[in-house]
């Protein structure tokens, strides 16, 4: 007999063993119940939490606004458009970006 199978003890018909299977499968089960629980809350908390938004480049800005690369570059440079300076990048954040063309509209 192979060292696992030595382990595991002969299974004997009858009531005895009809009760400890019941009670393995109830155990089993609730503790199924508990990790969809737990998944579905993570799930949940996973979705509400706030998550960084992907920054767009110059080119993408450029072409949302109808400018050239360089009139973007030029803005950033000067703050006249929401940036982030990364290194030798420029970065610009969609919800900044919206929130400035929205002031600059109802001005």
């Known amino acids: 007999m192979s060292e696992p199978a030595k382990k595991i003890l002969p299974l004997r018909a009858g009531p005895d063993i009809m009760v400890r299977l019941e009670k393995l499968e ?5 503790g199924l119940q508990e990790l969809h629980a737990v998944k579905a809350e993570l799930k949940k908390q996973a979705d509400t939490t706030p998550g960084l938004e992907k920054l767009l480049d110059a080119k993408t800005v450029a072409e949302l606004l109808g400018q050239t690369e360089r ?4 803005q950033a440079k ?5 940036s982030i300076r990364l290194g030798k990048y420029w970065k610009f954040s969609p ?5 400035w063309l929205e ?5």
């Not at 009139?71 to 030029?74: F, P």
């Not at 002031?103 to 001005?107: D, F, G």
């Open 95 to 99: 919800s900044a970006l919206q929130k």
């Open 103 to 107: 002031k600059k509209n109802s001005a």
């Open 71 to 74: 009139q973007i570059y030029q």
């Open 78 to 82: 000067k703050k006249e458009i929401p």
């Open 26 to 30: 109830d155990f089993l089960l609730t």
